[in-house]
């Protein structure tokens, strides 16, 4: 699977540290853009790229458009089918 360095960062929810990012779709080769929605590994929340790449929580509104994007609802189902929709 393809994953691209970040910035060492933190989820703003649980604090892991993140530091690379995988597509969720394995055939995408590009990098995350700054404004795009991506996921947390370890506890499932839901954050968008800042414009230095860092992760940013979503707006209300944001996170509403956000669930309504197959795919973000694709990595929402595949992490409550892996972690069986533990959150911190
Ligand atoms: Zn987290």
Do not use: I, Y
């Not at 700054?34 to 790229?49: D, I, S």
């Amino acid at each position: 699977m393809t994953s691209h360095e970040l910035p060492p960062d933190n989820c703003p929810a649980c604090g892991w540290e993140v530091a690379a990012v995988s597509p969720s779709d394995p055939r995408r080769k590009d990098k995350p853009k700054p404004g795009e929605v991506t996921m947390c590994l370890q506890c499932g929340f839901l954050a968008a790229f800042g414009p230095d790449m860092r992760l940013r929580r979503l707006s209300r509104r944001r996170l509403a458009a956000a669930m309504r994007d197959p795919d973000v609802q694709l990595m929402v189902k595949a992490h409550m089918d892996l972690w069986g929709g533990r959150q911190q």
